[in-house]
């Protein structure tokens, strides 16, 4: 009967070692899930950021290029890119007719 008492205890014992593992690993996965949850959440603050970067370069890019100086006033450079705009319609237009 020891031997059966022995043989019970000791499989209660590993049981609980069992369900205390399981615990460990249930709470190391929610934590890996929410730090997974903000690592998403930051590259796309990231992704955004670096979007709205790659535009503002593109914006100083045609500023060199239609030759503004970094003093200009933005509407001073809107204006001078809806002048092209109106040039290229007519052109357009007039490879139409």
Do not use: F, T, W
Not at 11 to 26: D, F, G, P, S, T
Not at 29 to 37: F, G, I, R, V
């Amino acid at each position: 009967m020891d031997l059966y008492k022995e043989k019970l205890d000791s499989i209660e014992k590993r049981a609980q070692q069992l369900v205390a593992a399981h615990v460990q690993l249930k709470d190391k996965y929610n934590s890996l899930k929410a730090e997974h949850s903000e690592l998403m959440d930051l590259l796309k603050e990231q992704g955004a950021q670096l979007e709205e970067m790659e535009n503002k370069l593109k914006v100083i890019k045609v500023a060199k290029q239609l030759g503004a100086s970094p003093d200009d006033d933005k509407n001073d450079l809107k204006k001078k890119i809806n002048e092209y705009i109106k040039e290229i319609d007519k052109c357009v237009a007039l490879l139409n007719n």
